[in-house]
């Protein structure tokens, strides 16, 4: 009766599932995000429910012969952590996205994996926010160049895009456009093919309709 994470294989002709630790006790277990350094090497990322009804963030690693859960840091204070997103350049560098649930708001989440254990990393939020700020993926083109995109509420209940930038040292908020006239907008997804070259996609609501969305970084 209960949401299990699931992985699968391709092996050049047809994909095969592989068997996937769930928390114990846990409700629902669900992948988001994986990415690979190589046949041997991934690493997923998403949440599971705990026996609270609240959210924990959860991480498994592909070693070339199972996948095992990997502890992460809960940030001070939060009730409930999720992670959405992650880009690994090497099997020592890998970085994960998403938000976390804190006194009253959603705010947004990093974490870095130093090829020992999993290390949060400070995200700044946009000042004005009435519900939160989601984080829903990262690509990394080095260990010291990566970007983020999401959406925030930015002081209403309607949604607009957001992304932040790291530079080896910090994140840091970049502006992003918003389609004249929509009352909700979202990047969803971003891929970076350099440093400062990256594209992101979501979809935009203008007026009664839903709009493909998407922006790029030249």
Known sequence: SAFVTLAEAWNGTKWVIQPTPNPTAASVSEFTGVSCTSAAVCTAVGFS?????????????????????????????????VLRGISCKSKTACTAVGDYLGSSVFLTLAEAWNGTKWVIQKTPNPSVTTIGSILTSVSCTSPSACAVVGYDFGG???????????????????????????????????????????????????????????????
């Open 49 to 81: 429910l705990d026996s609270s009804n609240n959210n924990v963030a959860l991480v498994e690693a592909w070693n070339g012969t199972k996948w095992v859960i990997q502890k992460t840091p809960t940030p001070l204070g939060a009730t409930g952590t």
């Open 156 to 218: 209403s209940a309607s949604e607009v895009t957001l992304a932040e930038a790291w530079n080896g040292t910090k994140w840091v908020i970049q502006p992003t456009p918003n389609p004249t006239g929509a009352q909700q907008t979202l990047l969803n997804s971003v891929s970076c093919a350099a440093g400062t070259a990256c594209r992101a996609v979501g979809y935009a609501n203008v007026g009664s309709s839903t709009r493909a969305l998407a922006e790029a970084r030249p």
